[in-house]
């Protein structure tokens, strides 16, 4: 399984950015999909998490601003996010959960104030 992220970037504080993740080797299934980020000296952190039912689950410091999605038929997930703070910045990795774990390589996130 090989998972690519993209979208990555810089935006200013307040602005908006999505983020992809495209999976190959393994179709998406019934696999449970997720976003991770990692800050610079904290640890990796949960950011969104989506079944292959649909059924989402977000870190509360995420939630009203941050929307995942996924399409299975293009093997491709997204994160959709608003209202960026600065706080944000960080490394953002996608996540598949299916008959093990799997880890992309992640994209950055930079907002500036």
């Known amino acids: 399984v090989q998972l690519q992220a993209s979208g990555g970037g810089l935006v200013q504080a307040g602005g908006s950015l999505r983020l992809s993740c495209a999976a190959s080797?393994?179709?998406?299934?019934?696999?449970?999909m997720g976003w991770y980020r990692q800050a610079p000296g904290k640890q990796r952190e949960l950011v969104a998490t989506?079944?292959?039912?649909?059924?989402?689950n977000y870190a509360d410091s995420v939630k009203g601003r941050f929307t995942i999605s996924r399409q299975n038929a293009k093997s491709t997930v997204h994160l959709q996010m608003n209202s960026l703070k600065v706080e944000d910045t960080a490394v953002y990795y996608c996540?598949?959960?299916?008959?093990?774990?799997?880890w992309g390589k992640g994209t950055l996130v930079t907002v500036s104030s």
């Open positions: 080797g393994r179709a998406l299934g019934n696999s449970v």
């Open positions: 996540n598949m959960v299916k008959g093990g774990s799997y």
């Open positions: 989506i079944t292959g039912g649909g059924s989402t």
